[in-house]
């Protein structure tokens, strides 16, 4: 059995990466993460991650490029990451979170993420387009 995956996306606007901070469940509320959710069958990556954020998020994007590699969350699903631009819209909290940070260059590091989530940030805050 193959691993389920998790889609994740490196949303940027004007120069920046958006973090969102998880309300549930009790164990990860708090922290920061690059927001997403699961593949559901038939869909694409690229696919996936535009629904996701338009369902927690209310916004469109066009997914960029994926991330390269893939990162364990616990048994049986792995995460990936796409970076995305933002194309209408301005983000809220819809579901699962309860606040968002635009993050600008060196700011990466100011916020709690979850620690899987933090390699494809790390890769995400080098790719940072120009504002
Ligand atoms: O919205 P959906 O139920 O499809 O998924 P989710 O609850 O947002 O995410 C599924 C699992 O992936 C949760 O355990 C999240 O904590 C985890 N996840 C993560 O570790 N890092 C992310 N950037 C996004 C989700």
Redesign the pocket.
């Known amino acids: 059995m193959s691993d389920r995956v998790?889609?994740?996306g490196a949303v940027y606007d004007q120069g920046r990466l958006l973090a969102a901070r998880?309300s549930?469940?009790p164990e990860?509320a708090g922290r920061w993460?690059?927001?997403?959710?699961?593949l559901e069958p038939g869909e694409s990556g690229e696919q996936a991650l535009v629904r996701?954020l338009r369902?927690?998020l209310g916004v469109e994007t066009e997914p960029l490029e994926r991330i390269p590699g893939e990162w364990p969350?616990?048994p049986g699903?792995v995460?990936q990451?796409w970076t995305a631009r933002l194309v209408s819209g301005v983000p809220a909290p819809l579901?699962?979170h309860d606040e968002l940070r635009w993050l600008g260059p060196g700011e990466g590091d100011e916020i709690d993420w979850?620690d899987?989530?933090r390699p494809?940030v790390a890769e995400a805050m080098r790719r940072l387009p120009a504002g």
Not at 33 to 38: D, M, S
């Open positions: 998790v889609v994740a998880r549930a469940p990860l993460e690059l927001p997403g959710g699961k996701e369902e927690e969350l616990g699903y995460l990451v579901q699962d979850l899987q989530d494809a």
